[in-house]
């Protein structure tokens, strides 16, 4: 839960990064593709502008990489942490082993409640935008309406 939390969180922020226009500088590709070329959202994985599939498959084989040898937790090998989502595997520590133990336990629940609260919110974002294509046009109060 902690991990599908953590990505959620990132999911739910990048949709409202790019669907407020601000995207990365430069080319995606080789061939002057720019980054805000393609669309936003569920449109950018599936339809006619997506990404390109050799694209998709270096951003699949990326994370796979991460998920078997960096962000090892006691499940896959690594040392058993402190607590389930423990990643830091001995190379990262921002002062976590400083904070006493209820402090600890107050941090660790509101980063589980944020990352339930992100995948609601990124649940919502991919509802409204599926409701776009039957001519439901959601307007929500932050991003407006979907597109």
């Known amino acids: 839960e902690v991990k599908h939390g953590r990505i959620c969180q990132l999911?739910?922020?990048?949709?409202i990064v790019t669907r407020n226009g601000i995207h990365l500088s430069g080319d995606i590709d080789?061939?002057?593709?720019?980054?805000?070329?393609?669309?936003?959202?569920?449109?950018?994985?599936?339809?006619?502008?997506?990404?390109?599939?050799?694209?998709?498959?270096?951003?699949f084989a990326f994370v796979g990489f991460l998920e078997l040898f960096v962000m090892k937790d006691s499940a896959n090998g690594a040392e058993p942490g402190d607590f389930p989502g423990d990643f830091r595997n001995g190379a990262l520590d921002f002062g976590w082993d400083t904070f006493d133990e209820e402090t600890k336990l107050s941090k660790r629940a509101v980063e589980l409640n944020n990352g339930r609260a992100a995948m609601m919110g990124i649940l919502g974002l991919m509802v409204h935008e599926k409701l776009n294509e039957i001519d439901m046009v959601a307007d929500l109060p932050i991003i407006g309406a979907l597109q």
């Open 11 to 15: 999911a739910f922020l990048g949709q």
């Open 30 to 59: 080789y061939s002057g593709h720019s980054f805000d070329s393609y669309p936003n959202g569920l449109a950018a994985v599936f339809g006619d502008s997506a990404i390109p599939q050799a694209g998709a498959l270096q951003i």
